[in-house]
Structure formats: C-alpha cells, structure tokens
T-cell receptor, first 115, second 112 residues
Framework: GAGVSQSPRYKVAKRGQDVALRCDPI?????LFWYQQALGQGPEFLTY????????KSGLPSDRFFAERPEGSVSTLKIQRTQQEDSAVYLC?????????????FGEGSWLTVV | DQQVKQNSPSLSVQEGRISILNCDYT??????FLWYKKYPAEGPTFLIS?????DKNEDGRFTVFLNKSAKHLSLHIVPSQPGDSAVYFC???????????FGTGTSLTVIP
C-alpha cells in the first residue's frame, strides 16, 4: 500500500499477556519510529530505527517493551506482561529526509486495551 | 517536562473565517517544526512543515509562521472549512531529527 500499515488495529489483552504490534512502513523509508499516545495527550516517542539499526530506544518505558526491525522494513513492537498503564494507541511512523529535515508519516495506530 | 506546548485545548471558528492555532516550545535547539491533523480513530496526517531558516511557509489554505526569538509558531487556516474540524498537533525536532516532540493538541471545530 501507499501508506504506513499497522496491525492489529484493535487489541484487547488480559493483564500479564504478551502482545506484538506490527508496522509496515512506506516503501523505501529508512527511518521508522514508534510512538505511544495516551488519551488526550500528544504522541510520545518510544524508539527509532534507521534501516535495521535501532539508534534510539530512550523512550521505551520499561524493559517489558522491545522493538525490532530485522530486515530494515517491517517492524514489531512487543510488550511483555502487559499492565493496565500500557493501554494506549501505539503509532508507527516512517520518514524520509528532505532538505530541511525529516518528515514522518503515521499509520492509523494500534489501539491496545489491557484489562 | 513538556518541551512543546499547545495551551489552547480547543478552538471554535465560523466557516470562512481564519483559524489560528498556536504552539510554543522551550528548547532553543529545535530547528524543524511540523503540523499534523488528526481525525478520530485515525493516525496523525502530515500537513505542513517549516525550517528555522524560514519564518513563513505556505501551502494552499495553510500557512505556518515561526518566531524564533519568541519560540513560537502558529498555523493559520484561511478560509476555514467544516472538514478542517480535527485535532491539530505541532511537533518539533532538533538537527538530528531522531526524535519529534509533540504538543498535546488543539481541537478545532469549524462551525458551518
């Protein structure tokens, strides 16, 4: 497709369950970002990849969060032993460098509810 | 600490009038700024950007103004249309562009 694709769109997980969220970026985009957005807030940075290299994971809230992009294209965000505070929208974005900077384009998000 | 702030959670404007959405930032290292529009249950959609070497960028009905000394940017929509009703986020990054810092959003309602 032409845009960033995320799956699943909606996920309900029981507390303690592991979840995996998938992101298929725009073809050719080397930069890939994961963001977390809580209700009424702006997106908060989680992690950044350039191709397959994870260059910044400073936003991951705990060691229960893990992201990978093994072949420099599709990425997976994994959350282990989910907690209720993990309930949020998880947004993936991919980007391309322009003359003035990096513009990133978001997918529709994966809505996670932990019960 | 919120490095990008949108102090108006909501704004209502009559159709055809100008909408002005404001954004302030605290980090003087930020040099690239973007605006995104978000409809319910969708991801943010890129609207317009501006580099710190400019003070204005225009794209159709959308114009972004940057005042570096005041660490302030604004998005002007002229004329406003009902389809512009959405939440608008501003975002900022420093020269590496590895992180984008977002504001909390302003919900715009354009009244027909």
């Amino acid at each position: 497709g032409a845009g960033v694709s995320q799956s699943p769109r909606y996920k309900v997980a029981k507390r303690g369950q592991d979840v995996a969220l998938r992101c298929d970026p725009i073809s050719g985009h080397v930069s890939l970002f994961w963001y977390q957005q809580a209700l009424g807030q702006g997106p908060e940075f989680l992690t950044y990849f350039q191709n397959e290299a994870q260059l910044d994971k400073s936003g991951l809230p705990s060691d229960r969060f893990f992201a990978e992009r093994p072949e420099g294209s599709v990425s997976t965000l994994k959350i282990q032993r989910t907690q209720q505070e993990d309930s949020a929208v998880y947004l993936c974005a991919s980007g391309v460098w322009g003359f003035s900077g990096n513009t990133i384009y978001f997918g529709e998000g994966s809505w996670l509810t932990v019960v | 600490d919120q490095q990008v702030k949108q102090n108006s959670p909501s704004l209502s404007v009559q159709e055809g009038r100008i909408s002005i959405l404001n954004c302030d930032y605290t980090n003087s290292m930020f040099d690239y700024f973007l605006w995104y529009k978000k409809y319910p249950a969708e991801g943010p959609t890129f609207l317009i950007s501006i580099s710190s070497i400019k003070d204005k960028n225009e794209d159709g009905r959308f114009t972004v103004f940057l005042n570096k000394s005041a660490k302030h940017l604004s998005l002007h929509i002229v004329p406003s249309q009902p389809g512009d009703s959405a939440v608008y986020f501003c975002a900022a990054s420093a020269d590496t562009g590895n992180q984008f810092y977002f504001g909390t959003g302003t919900s715009l309602t354009v009244i027909p």
